[in-house]
């Protein structure tokens, strides 16, 4: 349920998200119409009726999110290296090609997603199949607070706290037969809701539904988690409310937001990025310093941090995004630059 609210990250926002070029459009069109004169502030008082009027901004409240019982897992804090991204840069530098391809375009247009009903279904090869209702994701196994390194396969990373439990805990419950060696994911289809399921361009011509998946033995491992909220609230819709996969050795694309559907399955699932481009994107997906993208090196990142994309510094990328003590046995006598 979306609760109109006016809180101060919503009054920033019309100056600190849009994109210059939309903003300076924007003008424009005012302009022409009359309604303000070169030099007049285009969120001043006196305008905001006509903007609320002209572009349906009044109408964008804000999701509401709400705060989560927790506990610090601290287990993996060691491997953090640098200060968190803040929540700012967290919500709203996001890909999710669902609500358009800018940075900026899910945070902008995501805020009216409807989260309640919310139904994900587990089944496949299970001896117990699940379909679980938006309140249960809160009680399936205690919530933990985890802070992972995100490495997006562009070369940018953040360092996120998300609210969740291992997948695992899921798993064990719905008892996998002995046929299950993958798990495949699915995001929601809904083009009413999500314009780039309407339309090919603004979607980045994937086709939907955005799908992923994990062979048994990832999807089992420690650091697979399944996230409900960051900053110690429920997710907003641009970072995958209510409930994504955060695979924090992996790049970020394996990440999927918003899942209806968890399937255990026999053979390799397919996945969308892979489908779209399998010679730039693979399966496995595992950070790699060593095996470039065909388009651009692997071998650093930036990490962004108060200033943003734009100020954010270059560092190093680490081997497993530096998870690689907890993973690296996972891919024993595998070849990695076969299996990108
Ligand atoms: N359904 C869906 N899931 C998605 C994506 C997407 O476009 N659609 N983008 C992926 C990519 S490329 C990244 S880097 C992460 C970004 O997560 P964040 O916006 O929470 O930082 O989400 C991943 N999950
Ligand atoms: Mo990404």
Redo the contacts with the bound molecule.
């Keep these: 349920m979306t609760v109109k609210t006016q809180n101060a990250w919503n009054r920033i926002r019309e100056s600190e998200i849009t994109p210059e070029s939309v903003f300076a459009d924007r003008r424009r069109i005012l302009k022409q119409l009359g309604f303000v004169g070169a030099g007049t502030l285009l969120s001043s008082s006196a305008n905001a009726g006509v903007l609320d009027f002209l572009f349906g901004e009044g109408d964008q409240a804000q999701f509401a999110r709400h705060a989560l019982q927790h506990s610090k897992n601290l287990t993996f804090d060691h491997l953090v290296n640098g200060p968190l991204t803040p929540e700012d840069k ?1 919500i709203t ?6 609500f358009g391809t800018a940075k900026t375009d ?1 945070a902008e247009r995501a805020q009216g997603l409807q989260v309640q009903p919310w139904q994900l279904v587990i089944d496949g090869e299970v001896a117990k199949p699940l379909t679980l209702d938006y309140d249960d994701l809160f009680k399936l196994a205690p919530l933990e607070e985890r802070i992972y390194r ?1 490495r ?3 070369a940018w990373s ?1 360092v ?1 706290p998300w609210l969740g439990f291992p997948l695992a805990a899921l798993l064990k419950r719905v008892e996998p037969t002995s046929k299950a060696r993958f798990v495949a994911f699915e ?1 929601l289809y809904d083009p009413e809701q999500m314009p780039g399921q309407r339309n090919r361009f603004v979607g ?1 011509g ?1 086709d939907y ?2 799908v ?1 998946g994990l062979r048994i033995d990832e999807a089992m491992n420690d650091l697979t988690l399944l996230s409900v909220g ?1 900053y110690g609230k429920t997710l907003p819709p ?3 409310a209510p409930i ?1 996969l955060v695979v924090p050795w992996k ?8 899942i209806v559907r968890i399937r255990l399955v026999e053979s390799m699932p397919p996945t ?2 892979n489908l779209l481009a399998s010679n730039e994107y693979g399966f496995y997906a595992n950070v790699n310093p060593g095996v470039d993208h065909p388009r651009w090196s692997q071998a650093s990142e930036r990490r962004i941090g108060a200033g943003g994309l734009l100020s954010a510094k270059r560092i190093p990328t680490e081997m497993f995004n530096g998870y690689g003590d907890y993973v690296a046995s996972l891919y024993q006598g595998m070849d990695l630059r076969r299996y990108y």
Excluded at 93 to 98: A, G, I, L, P
Excluded at 251 to 258: A, D, E, P, Q, T
């Design positions: 967290v530098h996001n890909n999710f090609y669902e899910p995100l997006c396969v562009e953040m996120v995001t980045g994937i539904p955005y992923e960051l641009q970072n995958g994504r790049y970020g694309f394996k990440s999927i937001k918003s969308t990025w």
